[in-house]
């Protein structure tokens, strides 16, 4: 069974741009949580989805974004790209075993 | 005060010793407890996954969780330099699911 699946690996953007980052689940599970985890910090939540739906969203100002799609996969929006968005962008899929992260989208905003 | 504490060490141990590690919570609502061993610039694998308090074996590792202290524990026994890694305890609430990070502790175990 795959695993949780994001791209790209790498992106790099200009300070300013807007960045798009995908994210498709482990087959079956229906809900998406995206995090950002900067150099140095912990796991710090942005986006639950379930159903297609945003359920919740952590403290981030609204150019951070995302939707999902019918088939659960999900995509995070960042509009505005500010430096300080270099991050790793991990997102997350859930079953009633636990929440399985991908590999991560490493951004760099320059 | 964070939501979860987590020491951020760096520990160091040497080959073949038992490591516990530790993470305490403010939050009495959090009904889910988990574990995740995270490598440099990859994603958390998720190692255990608990939801009562108590004990849970996995192998060598053994997570415990006491809900009255609001204290939880993951112990690593006869550590290889493999487990070398940052360990990330997470909970969460019952509905929503959303898992709450310590910010980790470093890892190292010496040949």
């Known amino acids: 069974e795959a695993g949780v699946t994001q791209s790209p690996t790498h992106l790099i953007k200009t300070r300013g741009q807007q960045a798009t980052l995908r994210c498709s689940p482990i087959s079956g599970h229906t809900s998406v949580y995206w995090y950002q985890q900067a150099l140095g910090l912990g796991l710090q939540f942005l986006l639950w989805y379930d159903e297609g739906e945003e359920r919740n969203r952590g403290n981030f100002p609204p150019r951070f974004s995302g939707r999902q799609f019918p088939n659960y996969s999900s995509e995070l929006n960042v509009n505005a790209l500010e430096l300080e968005d270099s991050a790793l962008y991990l997102c997350?899929?859930?079953?009633?075993?636990?929440?399985?992260f991908g590999q991560g989208t490493r951004l760099t905003v320059v | 005060q964070k939501e979860v504490e987590q020491d951020p060490g760096p520990l160091s141990v040497p080959e073949g010793a038992i490591v516990s590690l530790n993470c305490t919570y403010s939050n009495s609502a959090f009904q889910y407890f988990m574990w995740y061993r995270q490598y440099s610039r990859k994603g958390p694998e998720l190692l255990m996954y608990t939801y009562s308090s108590g004990n849970k074996e996995d192998g060598r590792f053994t997570a415990q969780v006491d809900k009255s202290s609001k204290y939880i524990s993951l112990f690593i026994r006869d550590s290889q330099p493999s487990d070398s890694a940052t360990y990330l305890c997470a909970m969460s609430l019952a509905g929503s699911y959303i898992p709450t990070f310590g910010r980790g502790t470093s890892l190292i175990v010496h040949p």
């Open positions: 997350a899929s859930r079953s009633n075993l636990g929440a399985f």
